[in-house]
């Protein structure tokens, strides 16, 4: 029986390892033995998120000082992206840094860093690298996750959701979104009839955030959609409902009847 390994470790000289050995042949400047060497010492006694950004840190430090040919750089590493709606964190763990790198360090490319988060979202997940973004340029980015919301690729879809949760986990809440969550209602409605279990569980938790300080505002959104008989729909209104219906919310309870 394989010897049970806590989700932090994996996040220090192995992982420091394996990324030098993924970018040394994309950038032959790349000093692997000090980047390995400095991750190695500096992640001791460090829980996940701090491991993480320290790999972050020692990539920066690393990589070219410009930000734009350091992310042409990771974008190289990336790999084929991930035809699963599963994944994204058992087989492509080793990109948490690199989407922190672009949280971290591309606010100030908007462009470069709205392409990066869009192709780490392919095997990983941009959904914490996207909330600086809306944060610091909300138009703009809610702008191109309504686009997202129609994209072909599931991983985007569900980012366009994912991303704009008022609380998503472990992440910091969007307070302009936990104060009106209006702005994001147009993305929710292309997603509405997805039928990719993967994004209707996000569209369904983002409903559910909505629920929690703007009732009005998600219950009306789900009287709305429960006059339709799409399956997928259906199903979305139901999960967002869950937390209404343990609490045996009538007005919930009768829109999933």
């Keep these: 029986m394989a010897e049970f390994k806590q989700l932090k470790f994996y996040y220090g000289k192995e992982l420091a390892e394996l990324l030098a050995e993924k970018i040394k042949p ?59 709606e599963t994944g994204m964190f058992k087989e492509y763990y080793w990109l948490m840094p690199v989407a922190l790198f672009v949280e971290k360090y591309g606010l100030d490319d908007f ?71 209006t702005p994001i209602l147009p993305i929710l409605e292309n997603l509405k009839e997805d039928n990719s279990l993967f994004v209707k569980k996000s569209v369904a938790n983002n409903i559910n955030d909505i629920l929690k300080d703007n009732y009005k505002t998600g219950i009306g959104v789900l009287k709305k959609w429960s006059k339709t008989n799409n399956p997928d729909t259906k199903w979305i209104i139901k999960h967002a409902l869950r937390n209404e219906i343990k609490k045996e919310n009538s007005e919930a309870i009768k829109l999933i009847k």
Aim: glycine letters at 2%; charged letters at 35%.
């Design 26 to 84: 994309a950038y032959s400047k790349f000093d692997s033995k000090s980047f390995i060497k400095t991750v190695s010492k500096e992640v001791k006694d460090l829980e996940l998120k701090a491991r993480v950004e320290v790999i972050t840190d020692a990539l920066k430090e690393h990589l070219p000082k410009s930000y734009k040919s350091a992310v042409k750089i990771l974008l190289k590493i990336l790999g084929p992206e991930n035809e699963n």
């Design 111 to 181: 462009d470069t860093s709205m392409n990066a988060i869009s192709e780490i979202t392919k095997r990983n997940t941009g959904e914490y690298a996207i909330r600086p973004f809306i944060r610091k340029y909300p138009k703009d980015t809610l702008k191109i996750m309504k686009k997202w919301s129609k994209n072909k690729n599931v991983h985007i879809r569900r980012l366009a959701s994912e991303g704009c949760r008022p609380r998503l986990p472990w992440s910091q809440k969007l307070d302009e979104f936990i104060n009106d969550p």
